[in-house]
C-alpha cells in the first residue's frame, strides 16, 4: 500500500492493475491518480447507486469507511512522456469486516454491506459486472487527462470527502489540526491552519478528525 503500508485483499473483493500508454506529458503524471479515482467514483456511484467521494490522495470512501484504494506507478521518461502507466486498484465488494486485520475492520466498508439485503447478490453489483465497467472507466481517465483536466479536476472537487472539515495532518514528526480548502490545479491538497496559515499537502496522512466511538 502507499507509504510502505501492508496491502490486505481478503476475498470478496476484485483486485486489478491496468497498463496503460497514455500520451501525457511528463508534467500531468501527478495527476494519474486523481484522475483515475474520479472516473471510478462517478462509475461507481453510477453502477450502485451508492454516494462515494474521493479522500486525497487516493482512496474512494463511502459513509465514513473506505470502500476502494488507488495506487498507480509510471515507467522510463523517455522525451518527456512515460512510457506506460500502472494502475492498481483494490474495491471491496463482499468483503465483512471480520476479514480485515483489527487495525482496517472499523474503518473499512463493502457494496454489499451497504446494499438492502446482502445475502442477496442481485441487490449489488458483482465482480464480473464491476471489472470490465472500471476498466472503461480507467481508460476514459487517461483519456480525459489529456483533454479536458480542469474539468476532471472540477470533478473530482464535487467528490472531495475532505472539504470543509477539520482535519489532521501527520507527516513524519509533523503535525497540524487543520481545516480542509480543497484541491489545487496541481494536485496537491490545500489546508487552512488554527492560526490561518495555508499549507498545500504533497504527501503524509491527511484525516478527518472523528469522535471517540
Same mark, same amino acid.
Given at each position: 500500500?502507499?507509504?510502505?503500508?501492508?496491502?490486505?485483499?481478503?476475498?470478496?473483493?476484485?483486485?486489478?492493475? /491496468?497498463? #496503460?500508454?497514455?500520451? #501525457?506529458?511528463?508534467? !500531468?503524471?501527478?495527476?494519474?491518480? #486523481?484522475?483515475?479515482?474520479?472516473? #471510478?467514483?462517478?462509475?461507481?456511484?453510477?453502477?450502485?447507486?451508492?454516494?462515494?467521494?474521493?479522500?486525497?490522495?487516493?482512496?474512494?470512501?463511502?459513509?465514513?469507511?473506505?470502500?476502494?484504494?488507488?495506487?498507480?506507478?509510471?515507467?522510463?521518461?523517455?522525451?518527456?512522456?512515460?512510457?506506460?502507466?500502472?494502475?492498481? !486498484?483494490?474495491?471491496?465488494?463482499?468483503?465483512?469486516?471480520?476479514?480485515?486485520?483489527?487495525?482496517?475492520?472499523?474503518?473499512?466498508?463493502?457494496?454489499?454491506?451497504?446494499?438492502?439485503?446482502?445475502?442477496?447478490?442481485?441487490?449489488?453489483?458483482?465482480?464480473?459486472?464491476?471489472?470490465?465497467? /472500471? !476498466?472503461? &472507466?480507467?481508460?476514459?481517465?487517461?483519456?480525459? /487527462?489529456?483533454?479536458?483536466?480542469?474539468?476532471?479536476?472540477?470533478?473530482?472537487?464535487?467528490?472531495?470527502?475532505?472539504?470543509?472539515?477539520?482535519?489532521?495532518?501527520?507527516?513524519?514528526?509533523?503535525?497540524?489540526?487543520?481545516?480542509?480548502?480543497?484541491?489545487?490545479?496541481?494536485?496537491?491538497?490545500?489546508?487552512?491552519?488554527?492560526?490561518?496559515?495555508?499549507?498545500?499537502?504533497? &504527501?503524509?496522512?491527511?484525516?478527518?478528525?472523528?469522535? !471517540?466511538?
Amino acid at each position: 500500500g502507499r507509504g510502505g503500508r501492508e496491502f490486505e485483499s481478503p476475498a470478496g473483493g476484485l483486485y486489478f492493475s /491496468l497498463i #496503460l500508454r497514455p500520451e #501525457l506529458d511528463v508534467s !500531468v503524471l501527478p495527476l494519474i491518480t #486523481l484522475a483515475a479515482g474520479t472516473c #471510478l467514483c462517478a462509475s461507481i456511484r453510477e453502477i450502485a447507486a451508492v454516494p462515494v467521494m474521493m479522500k486525497w490522495p487516493n482512496d474512494l470512501y463511502l459513509y465514513e469507511r473506505k470502500l476502494a484504494g488507488i495506487l498507480t506507478e509510471s515507467g522510463p521518461i523517455r522525451r518527456g512522456r512515460a512510457n506506460f502507466v500502472v494502475i492498481g !486498484v483494490g474495491l471491496n465488494v463482499t468483503t465483512t469486516p471480520e476479514q480485515f486485520s483489527s487495525e482496517l475492520r472499523r474503518k473499512s466498508i463493502s457494496l454489499a454491506a451497504c446494499s438492502v439485503d446482502s445475502t442477496e447478490p442481485t441487490s449489488y453489483p458483482q465482480v464480473d459486472t464491476l471489472l470490465p465497467l /472500471l !476498466v472503461k &472507466a480507467l481508460h476514459r481517465a487517461s483519456e480525459r /487527462l489529456g483533454e479536458d483536466r480542469e474539468q476532471l479536476l472540477a470533478e473530482w472537487r464535487a467528490f472531495d470527502y475532505l472539504r470543509g472539515r477539520q482535519l489532521h495532518y501527520v507527516r513524519h514528526d509533523n503535525e497540524i489540526s487543520a481545516t480542509g480548502i480543497g484541491l489545487a490545479e496541481d494536485g496537491q491538497y490545500i489546508i487552512l491552519d488554527c492560526q490561518g496559515i495555508e499549507h498545500r499537502v504533497t &504527501a503524509g496522512d491527511l484525516n478527518p478528525v472523528r469522535p !471517540v466511538f
